[in-house]
């Protein structure tokens, strides 16, 4: 409870509008050049972790994906209660013919 | 001359909030009439209204606060509080989702064949694409602090370039996901699995749209020298939304995406 009373107030401080504490830094004592160790975050961490997960990403589908399920006509699965309000009432928004079958099976 | 004795904004009569209160009632109904009679012109006018009465109300407010300076520190405060709330209610929004997915997920029913995921669903790869979605925010999150500590210490250049990776990194998270709903082997008609998955994650990357549209308005207004290196609540308020964005996807991957699967 006191410790709410700390983040409203570090949230709702007038005059000096503070960043909210980011993950594990927030205790860094930096008064100015705080801009310089978040570029340097950016580009030493963040940035390459982003690529390493594109590669990571990449070397999956390289390695071939699963063949797709074989169809069957589960009950509780492909649900069509109602008609969808679009196209031919029978299609999810992001209908994909080569993996998603539809409640009689696969389109193609 | 009169003067206010008072630090507070009286603000002058607008019609924003009525017409934005028509707007809704417009985009409700009409969401009515596309799934039950089929025409869907009353949700097409309710959300171009919506748009409209968003545009200006927000116009306004800047020209209020940047261009005739009524946000005195006591109004910024209750602009603080104002936020602090609304993030405070999504976050209960949120939690409506994550408990539908607990209550289904945590004791699946003999209709699903007793198990989680439900027999027939083949799950995302949550060290595939989820994890580079992961990645990316957690980036963006880093970006946009270094944005932050730029324009307070006024250093422009970089708190464009800061603020512009935050924004592209939002776009490609939106984009990956949008592959990713489309790729997915499971629909959102594939029983509760589809329903907690899609309507989770979708709410979700709709909160993302709205950040990386509300960071994006931020970068043209830094542009345009709207912000000083003491008073940006704009941005601020953008940040913390973004913060807040962040954190719901690391709970949707960390539930939904990894222990769902």
Redesign the interface.
Known sequence: MAALGRVSRLLLGTAAPRSPPARGMAVAAHEGGGARMWKTLTFVVALPGVAVCMLNSYLKAQHGRHKRPEFVPYTHLRIRTKRFPWGDGNKTLFHNPHTNPLPTGYED | MTHQAHSYHMVDPSPWPILGAAAALLTTSGLAM??HY?S?YLVIIGLLSTALVMLQWWRDIIRESTFQGHHT??V??GL??GM?LFITSEAFFFLGFFWAFFHSSLAPTP???GQWP?????PL?P???P??N???L??S???V??A???I??A?RK?AVH?LT?TVL?GFYFTGLQ?ME???????????VY?STFFVATGFHGLHVIIGSTFLLVCLLRLIKYHFTS????GF?AA??YW?FVDVVWLFLYMTIYWWGS
């Not at chain 2, 439900?118 to 083949?122: A, D, E, S």
């Not at chain 2, 709903?181 to 029983?191: H, N, T, V």
């Not at chain 2, 003491?230 to 609540?233: A, E, K, L, R």
């Open positions: 596309w799934f089929n869907p520190p006591t910024q405060k603080r509080y602090v209709e699903l064949g439900p027999v027939g669903i083949q790869d060290m595939d694409v994890l580079l992961t990645a990316i957690l980036a999150g880093v970006t602090t270094w932050h500590h730029s307070m210490e250093s970089q800061a990776l990194l949008a709903y489309y790729e997915a082997p499971f629909s959102i008609a594939d029983g589809g003491n008073h940006h609540f601020e940040a913390w913060h």
